[in-house]
């Protein structure tokens, strides 16, 4: 895998730990709320990809993913959702909301890095 | 010269001329051209009739060996991610001394990794005998929802609480999913028992028994070893506490 800069938005420490390990050599930048990931989002617009989680205190993911669609400057960074609401609805929401992809947790590893290489496969518009 | 004045081989061998020898030994070689040209294209037509099976051969073995390999490959890297998952969920229980962290991290385990929906956390009251209820998540059924202990009942827990082996469910007596005995050198402190996974998640996987081992030996000792440093730390405060009140007097 390239040498990405992804940020995660997440609550679980565990997961994060589990990012930082699954996607090395990636420059992980971590938040653990919705909040606290615009605010990173704001200081590192330079990100590749956001994997996002949708249950969070302060600020949901999906009202995360309504702020950064929202926004012209990081609108194109592709999102991909990573959450336990595994129902049908919950997938078609995510994806309508922006984002690119939804991986129910738990997940495997070759899971998620099938859909980063994907991104990576796939031309940017500007 | 037209083949017309060429010399019969009579001719030819019969007398000395020696045009006629010379167009003798004309005839001839191109004979023997003709002959090494016919059996030439003999031998190409054998060599590449027999070529062509043995690198069909070669390439089906080359696409067989691929497949192997990406087999192979799939794997490795299945295994690296289950790998992967152990050692994080490892190095988390054992990253912090605060007991509630802890048990943070084990109810994030099971959500997260294993995919459980209901689950409850017991740990042993040494005081009472019986079973505390650390953690409930998800809608639990009763009796759970009526309780802060699990004082028996359920025979699943029980077995398991008993002789310390992991045991799967559901059985005809028990809606449990999986007891997993909680186990401090040789000792039962403790159960998880997972009642309900998410839809998604369907059945606990061969991998997942891998997960449910480490809980067993890891989430107890993580939380006896911060249980006991919790406490250590509570009394030197109360210690530090007596010696400024004996220092002021």
Same mark, same amino acid.
């Given at each position: ?9 997440e &609550? ?20 653990h &709320? ?11 617009? +330079?990100? &590749?990809? @956001?994997?996002? &989680? @949708? ?21 194109s ?12 609805? +919950? ?24 859909? @980063?290489s ?6 940017t518009?500007? | !010269? ?5 010399p ?11 045009? $006629?020898?010379?167009? #003798?030994?004309k005839?001839?070689? #191109?004979?023997a051209?003709? $002959?090494?040209d016919?059996a ?15 690198s ?25 991610? #289950?790998l ?19 048990q ?10 294993l ?8 740990? #042993?009251?040494?005081?009472?005998k ?9 809608? !639990?059924?009763p009796?759970?929802?009526?309780s ?16 310390? !082996? ?14 997993v005995?909680?186990r ?6 403790g159960?998880?028992v997972?009642l ?6 369907g ?9 449910l ?7 107890a ?7 006991v440093?919790?406490?250590a ?17």
């Amino acid at each position: 895998m390239k040498n990405r800069k992804v940020l995660v938005v997440e &609550d679980s420490r565990l997961i994060h730990k589990m990012y930082e390990v699954m996607l090395r050599p990636c420059a992980i930048v971590a938040a653990h &709320d919705g909040r606290e990931g615009l605010a990173k989002l704001a200081e590192n617009t +330079d990100v &590749d990809v @956001i994997i996002l &989680d @949708i249950n969070m205190p302060h600020m949901s993911g999906l009202e995360f993913l309504a702020e950064v669609k929202g926004n012209q400057v990081v609108a194109s960074i592709p999102v991909i959702i990573v959450s336990t609401e595994g129902k049908e609805t +919950d997938v078609q929401r995510g994806l309508a909301a922006g984002a690119i992809a939804y991986l129910k947790k738990p997940f495997q590893r070759e899971e998620l890095l099938k859909i @980063i290489s994907r991104i990576e496969t796939t031309p940017t518009s500007t | !010269m037209s083949d017309a004045s060429i010399p019969t081989g009579e001719a030819a061998g019969r007398g000395n001329d020696p045009l $006629a020898t010379l167009w #003798r030994a004309k005839q001839l070689i #191109r004979e023997a051209q003709a $002959a090494i040209d016919e059996a030439s294209h003999s031998v190409v037509a054998q060599r590449t009739s027999a070529e062509i099976p043995v690198s069909e051969l070669r390439l089906a073995q080359s696409e067989n060996e691929k497949a192997e390999l990406t087999t192979r490959l799939a794997q490795v890297e299945h295994q690296v991610g #289950r790998l992967m998952t152990l050692y994080v969920a490892t190095y988390q229980l054992h990253a912090t001394l605060d007991p509630l962290d802890v048990q943070t991290t084990i109810a994030d385990i099971t959500v997260n990794m294993l995919g459980a929906e209901q689950f409850a956390l017991l740990l #042993r009251d040494e005081e009472e005998k019986t079973y505390e209820i650390r953690l409930q998540e998800g809608e !639990m059924p009763p009796p759970w929802t009526k309780s802060a202990r699990y004082t028996g009942g359920d025979p699943l827990i029980d077995a398991s609480l008993a002789d310390g !082996m992991l045991r799967f469910g559901p059985t005809e007596d028990s809606p449990v999913l999986v007891a997993v005995p909680l186990r401090v050198q040789d000792v039962t402190v403790g159960a998880l028992v997972i009642l309900k996974l998410f839809e998604h998640k369907g059945r606990l996987e061969e991998d997942d028994r891998d997960l449910l081992d480490l809980l067993g030996a890891h989430a107890a000792s993580a939380l006896f070893a911060s249980r006991v440093y919790s406490r250590a730390a509570r009394k030197l405060r109360t210690l530090e506490g007596l010696i400024k009140l004996v220092k002021k007097g």
